[in-house]
């Protein structure tokens, strides 16, 4: 596979460039690079995600899996400052900007971290929500891997996008077949934005 913003440590140069957004009705004044995904634009996957989800939980743990340089971690901060925002990627540049635009932003509600220290501190507390535009583009296998990594310590939802064209309705049938609850609460562009929750315990149900 050839390198792409997914890669630990990407070999394109780190040529930093400035950008405004508005994310969720609040403007940023960010940075980014080259190196991570969407560096020039607020992704329309991003967009409809963040166009359909609803306000996190106002407390707990809230974690943006797949950062990139954070529009959804600063998101997630400035909609519940009292929470704990963990934003997680496994790319070193995207966390070093999400760091920085963070501080840009006066967010100090968020944490960045690699997926090996973000699962260990989800294991840990638990994540009462969790918002993502997943890296489809690794592949059918390792994407399903990484979302059953993070699903498994759900005490709240977890809302993601995925484009149509690259299996968001086939994805959403496999979750449920592994007993989660998928809803698709949004649909845009050619993305789908589904709420995926941990099943109820067998006692509570019916």
């Known amino acids: 596979m050839s390198e792409h913003y997914f890669s630990p440590d990407p070999a394109a140069p780190d040529k930093r460039s400035e950008h405004s957004f508005t994310i969720r009705g609040t403007r940023f004044d960010i940075t980014s690079s080259g190196g991570v995904f969407s560096h020039d634009r607020l992704d329309k996957g991003t967009q409809v995600l963040l166009k359909y989800v609803i306000d996190p939980p106002e407390d707990g743990l809230l974690v943006d899996v797949g950062c990139g340089w954070g529009p959804i971690a600063l998101a997630l901060a400035t909609a519940s400052p009292n929470a704990r925002v963990l934003a997680v990627d496994v790319n070193e540049r995207a966390r070093e900007l999400t760091r920085e635009n963070a501080k840009r932003a006066r967010l100090a509600n968020i944490e960045v971290a690699t997926p090996e220290e973000g699962l260990a501190i989800a294991k840990e507390h638990g994540i009462a929500g969790l918002w993502s535009n997943p890296p ?12 059953l990594d993070w699903f498994q310590y759900l005490t709240g939802t977890a809302s993601i ?4 064209n690259l299996g968001a309705d086939s994805l959403g049938s496999w979750l449920q077949g592994q007993g989660y609850e998928v809803e698709r609460i949004g649909s845009s562009g050619g993305f789908r934005v589904l709420d995926v929750s941990a099943p109820r315990p067998q006692s509570l149900q019916g």
């Open 136 to 147: 489809v583009r690794i592949g059918k296998d390792p994407l399903h891997q990484l979302l």
């Open 161 to 164: 996008v995925v484009s149509k």
